[in-house]
């Protein structure tokens, strides 16, 4: 039986990249998302590659449709072998005396909340089977703070912050707990933080080399195909251009 290995926030960016990876090196998948066509365009290429999937739209800000996709996902398989928690956004880049509360329910609801339901219900499932990696997709937002990134920073700082206790909490189940933080990466992101705004959003990456959704994708095949006694605490990944949240080398 191939290991099964759940990917939230699926359709797009690192989600979709890590599914291509992951199905193109041996593992099945569960995938999720919100967007239903472009979950089944994910399934479709993935199945290609030669991997068995199970797709679900689920809001994993909601709590009860999370418990209720963990569920389902119990009577697809009766094993997990990985969460990657990538779910998550940023939007808007006011400084907080400017704050706009929906932005900021979002990216704590996603971001932070989301996290925690995903986690507890796969870590039960992981507790009872005595095995299992999660990996948080971070952000070097959540190591370095920047103006204009109040709610984002303090929903990826919490990303670490959670990262580190469920390590704390899981580890006498042999269960291994890891995060991934990139810097800047060229995704829907910016498009999604700059609500739609495609001029001010590739501005984001002129002059530089920005990170790619497939390098983000290959850390986590890294990170899950280390032998059972590696555990990958925290990774930080950055372009080569980029040496803090906030120093980036630019061209011209
Ligand atoms: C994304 C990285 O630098 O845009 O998480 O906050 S950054």
Same mark, same amino acid.
Request: aromatic letters at 0%; hydrophobic letters at 40%; zero cysteines.
């Given at each position: 039986m191939k290991k099964v290995v759940l990917i939230t926030g *699926? /359709? @797009?960016g690192f989600g979709e990249a890590t599914a291509y990876v992951l199905a193109n090196n041996g593992f099945d998948l569960i995938l999720c998302g919100r967007r239903e066509d472009r979950l089944n365009i994910v399934k479709l290429a993935c199945e290609k590659a030669g991997a068995q999937v199970w797709t679900a739209v689920v809001d994993v800000r909601n709590e009860n449709e999370v418990e209720d996709f963990v569920k389902r996902c119990r009577t697809w398989t009766s094993e997990i072998f990985a969460l990657i928690n990538n779910a998550g956004l940023a939007v808007g880049r006011e400084p907080v005396h400017q704050g706009v509360s929906d932005d900021w329910e979002r990216m704590m609801d996603t971001n932070v909340k989301g996290l925690l339901w995903m986690s507890k219900y796969v870590s039960q499932w992981m507790v009872e089977q005595h095995s299992g990696s999660i990996i948080n997709i971070g952000s070097v937002a959540g190591k370095q703070a920047y103006g204009g990134g109040v709610a984002y920073n303090g929903s990826k700082f919490a990303v670490d912050g959670i990262t580190q206790a469920m390590r704390i909490d899981l580890v006498t189940h042999n269960i291994r707990v890891g995060q991934i933080c990139p810097g800047a990466a060229e995704t829907e992101f910016s498009l999604v933080r700059f609500k739609g705004d495609e001029t001010i959003a590739s501005k984001v990456y002129d002059g530089f080399q920005p990170l790619v959704a497939q390098d983000i994708a290959e850390t986590v095949l890294f990170m899950i195909t280390r032998?059972?006694?590696?555990?990958? !605490?925290d990774v930080w990944i950055m372009p080569t251009? !980029?040496? @803090? *949240? /906030?120093v980036l080398h630019k061209k011209g």
């Open positions: *699926a /359709t @797009s032998p059972p006694h590696v555990n990958i !605490q251009a !980029q040496a @803090s *949240a /906030t």
